[in-house]
């Protein structure tokens, strides 16, 4: 049996993008175009991953995360984004919204079926693995960028663009960071 993937982006390009992908992959795959109905085929269809964008018409795509997230038996959830590329969106992503994992837009067919298959357990992370280089990256001969990072001391940062961090990577990054509440 096939493992079923619900797509939630309402960009027609990347949707069809993200299905050929999934579908070349061996995935059966569902489609939706907006938060609501994102939570709702979630509900119906119960995929066994959920890919969202973060930005969506009629819910937001990290609300969207949280409504799937708090479904009985809800599956994985990988927030798929271009804009919400801070450290502080992912620390949000994760503790808040409950995401699984979220991956940098454009992220490559390669970097986006090693990312499922590790959540649906079909690839064992080896030591090391988590910090997954784009086609990008990949082409400036496997080397990372500096890149712009808030809270980081030497204002820059060595990490893969279009890099994934799972869940217990977030956690490792952002270990000893408080949370102050706005006032």
């Known amino acids: 049996m096939k493992r079923k993937i619900l797509v939630v982006d309402d960009d027609v390009t990347t949707r069809d993008f993200l299905r050929a992908v999934l579908e070349q992959g061996g995935y059966e795959v569902v489609l939706a175009e907006d938060g609501i109905g994102g939570v709702e085929k979630a509900a119906s269809e119960k995929p066994d991953l959920v890919i969202t964008d973060g930005l969506l018409p009629k819910l937001h795509g990290f609300r969207v995360c949280k409504a799937i997230k708090e479904l009985d038996s809800p599956p994985k959830v990988i927030l798929l984004t271009g804009l919400y590329t801070k450290p502080t969106y992912r620390w949000e992503v994760k503790h808040e919204f409950l995401a699984d994992d979220?991956?940098?837009?454009?992220?490559?067919?390669?970097?986006?079926?090693?990312?499922?298959?590790?959540?649906?357990?079909?690839?064992?992370?080896?030591?090391?693995?988590?910090?997954?280089?784009?086609?990008?990256?990949?082409?400036?001969?496997?080397?990372?960028?500096?890149?712009?990072?808030?809270g980081d001391e030497a204002g820059t940062r060595t990490t893969p663009v279009g890099a994934v961090f799972s869940k217990a990577e977030l956690d490792d990054m952002f270990k000893g960071w408080a949370t102050i509440p706005c006032a």
């Open 102 to 150: 979220l991956l940098t837009k454009p992220v490559g067919p390669d970097d986006l079926l090693a990312c499922i298959e590790k959540h649906l357990g079909t690839q064992k992370p080896s030591a090391g693995q988590g910090m997954l280089e784009s086609s990008s990256s990949t082409e400036k001969g496997g080397r990372c960028e500096q890149i712009a990072c808030d």
